[in-house]
């Protein structure tokens, strides 16, 4: 998929493994793990084979916007990158025609 960031200092944070080291500490490598296979996945209905990734829409205040699992708690929140976001007929998000996604936030823990 292609990824895009809220703001450049986000894409920064993970341009390479020691920018990652360097925001992300003790959770560096599974925020490593989880853009790689962002950034490999032709769509984001292939994130649904990545138990790990547990990659899921969210309710409430973050409706419309989705998220994998860095940790427990911490996450990778991201929302579709198209104009019109592509939809089933019943209106639900069609996640094998997502293949651009805007990251908004990365270790956020929104519980």
């Known amino acids: 998929m292609k990824l895009e ?5 986000l894409g ?3 341009t390479t493994l020691t920018a990652i080291q360097a925001h992300y500490g003790t959770r560096a490598k599974l925020v490593n793990q ?3 296979e962002l950034e490999a996945a032709p769509t984001l209905e292939t994130l649904k084979n990545i ?7 969210l309710k409430g205040k973050l409706k419309g916007k989705l998220a994998v699992d860095i940790s ?3 996450r990778i929140i991201f929302e579709p990158n198209h104009d019109p ?3 089933k007929e019943n209106g639900g998000l ?11 936030s990365i270790g956020e823990d929104y519980h």
């Open 94 to 104: 069609d996640w094998k025609q997502v293949t651009d996604i805007l990251i908004l």
């Open 51 to 57: 138990p790990a990734a547990n990659c899921h829409e």
């Open 72 to 74: 427990g708690n911490h």
């Open 34 to 36: 989880r853009k790689n």
């Open 5 to 9: 960031y809220k703001n450049r200092k």
């Open 85 to 87: 976001i592509p939809t």
């Open 12 to 14: 920064k944070s993970v």
